[in-house]
């Protein structure tokens, strides 16, 4: 009976650590913390026990306004001493700007051994809308805000960092210190790393919607972009897709890329909603 049972527990353990769910890592938004997330960790360990979920506490508030540069390379040691005790890989969600972070964290640790990441409404190409630097910089006019963002004061904000004017391009390419490089628009010594570490992913997960009202435009969510006259170019027919810059054609080739569309939420509701956890997260971890 001795050797029945304890071939018996050992079966259950062979079984959990084959089919368990892989830990996943958090990642928050602008001007909050890891207080916004509850919701999904909560989801994540109801219906997924056993998970360990990190829910990542550094950068809230408003330091989560510092250099985005900054927090990618404070947060990569975060990472990298998560993925240390779990050798056999990790899931990685970043919510809104924790989105574009998170993204940025992978592809500043390019031995990481992250199998799904999760961008839930995350400015992937950039942000230009009224809606958004409004709530952020109530003074700001949206024509003018690259006076301010194209500048050293304002590269030293995570909203300067990602701020993408299509009407000012050449500013843009000239003077940002951080997207253009991560998105290898301008390539540098680390454009090999940065798309190698998306490359290794087993699934990239890009999830927004058009009723957003924050991200703008909602397309930057899944890559899409405005080009010079203000029209929305989406992903498939953007160079940084066709050229495969960062990845992202390696992805879809081999059907890693997973673009999720979803109407009638708004960009404050993505995190804190039970059905989107429900039908566009979990289904996504492994």
């Known amino acids: 009976m001795f050797f029945v049972r304890s071939a018996l527990l050992l079966l259950i353990y062979l079984c959990y650590s084959s089919f368990g769910y892989k830990p996943v890592i958090l990642l928050h938004g602008i001007l909050t913390g890891s207080e916004s997330m509850e919701l999904i960790k909560s989801r994540i360990e109801e219906k997924h026990p056993g998970t360990k979920v990190y829910n990542i506490d550094r950068f809230e508030g408003w330091s989560s306004l510092e250099n985005m540069w900054y927090q990618a390379q404070q947060l990569s040691q975060n990472l990298t001493n998560i993925t240390k005790q779990h050798p056999d890989g990790v899931n990685f969600l970043g919510y809104s700007q924790g989105a574009l972070l998170a993204r940025t964290i992978l592809q500043a640790t390019p031995n990481h051994t992250v199998h799904r990441f999760i961008s839930l409404s995350g400015p992937q190409a950039g942000q230009y809308g009224t809606s958004f630097l409004h709530l952020y910089f109530p003074g700001l006019a949206l024509k003018t805000a690259f006076e301010l963002f194209y500048s050293r004061v304002g590269q030293h904000t995570s909203v300067g960092n990602y701020w993408n004017d299509p009407y000012h391009k050449s500013l843009y ?16 010594s680390k454009s090999a790393d940065f798309k190698n570490a998306l490359t290794k992913l087993n699934m990239m997960v890009l999830i927004g919607g058009p009723d957003d009202d924050v991200i703008t435009p909602w397309e930057s969510s899944q890559f899409g972009y405005y080009d010079g006259n203000g029209t929305v170019v989406t992903l498939m027919d953007r160079s940084i897709f066709k050229n495969d810059a960062i990845g992202l054609k390696t992805l879809y080739d081999k059907k890693k890329l997973k673009i999720v569309t979803v109407p009638g939420i708004n960009h404050f509701m993505w995190h804190i909603n039970v059905s989107i956890c429900d039908n566009y997260i979990l289904p996504y971890l492994d």
């Open 173 to 188: 390419m000239n003077y940002s210190q951080y997207l253009p490089y991560v998105n290898n628009e301008i390539l540098s």
